[in-house]
């Protein structure tokens, strides 16, 4: 099962019962997916680096469904693999690359950072910090070139919005009016140091008003604010308005990485977080509160996402290591 992928047209003021059930199932398959990657990698399954969304699942979700499956291409980081479910991608692809094997998006030699998938139009999570703003960026002139109409939706993090590349790209997308999206994902931690103590201005949607980028700070635990928000961007932006930025206000309740204990903040923090902000839970209380599902039903979705994640982690384990040929293989690729 991949993730649904609803869209709805910008300009729609309502967002349907069926939609609501999708964001849910959507956001929940990308939680039991990752608490299952962390499972594998305490077993050694999982090997490097591995950067968990647990927390973060809204932005992305709510953020797909307001750009459509043909034409528009999606770019992000190394904490990725929540972006590929919200995509379409296959979760039993997605769980082998992270084990390194050879059913894997990257045949098993990319791992959990570095997954692409052409048919998607999921254009790869990337480890340099902030590498994936120009790629973006270039996707977005890509798009403005051969005037398909598509726009760029590149991610990134708070802790990527001090680099220098991020401002190069800011400055090309406003002189050529590229449409893409920059959707800053402010989880107020970056690898390890808070923002109040990194950045000078911790209004990050106000970082492209050098460029006349306009922005817009939106409640990244709210998947109906994130779409919200994300239609009137992608709106602009395809009507040839140019770049626009969302400050996506987040938490990640895990370390930066699977490495880190996240001493930095403290446990009743993260606690708070989980019982007043998840965005699972509080779409799980309207659906109930509106009275448009039953508790019977998202006990039934939870199991059926469980299993789904549970086959994923089998075929995985399952599948082969990559043959020592591959090596060699897709080093050059000839015209």
Known sequence: MAASRRRTKPGDSVVKTEDLIAFYKDMLLIRRFEEKAGQLYGMGLINGFCHLYIGQEAVVVGMQSTIGIDRDSVI???????????CGMDPKGVMAELTGRAGGYSKGKGGSMHMFSREKRFFGGHGIVAAQVPLGTGLAFAHKYNGDGGVCLCYLG????????????FNMASLWKLPVIYVIENNKYAMGTSVERSVANVDLYR???????????????????VKAAGLEAVAHARAGEGPY???????????????????YRTKEEVAKMREQHDPIDQ????????????????????????AVVSQAADFAQASPEPDPSELFADILIEA
């Open 76 to 86: 992000t980081s190394y904490r990725d693999h929540g972006h590929m479910l919200a």
């Open 158 to 169: 708070d802790g990527a919005v001090n680099q220098g590349q991020v401002y190069e790209s």
């Open 207 to 225: 970082r492209g008003g050098a460029y006349n980028i306009p922005g817009q700070q939106v409640d990244g635990m709210d998947v109906l604010a």
């Open 245 to 263: 930025i969302l400050e996506m206000k987040t938490y990640r309740y895990r370390g930066h990485s699977m490495s880190d204990p996240a001493k």
């Open 283 to 306: 779409l799980r209380k309207k659906l109930l509160d509106d009275k448009l599902v039953t508790e019977e039903l998202l006990k039934e979705m939870d199991r059926d996402v469980k």
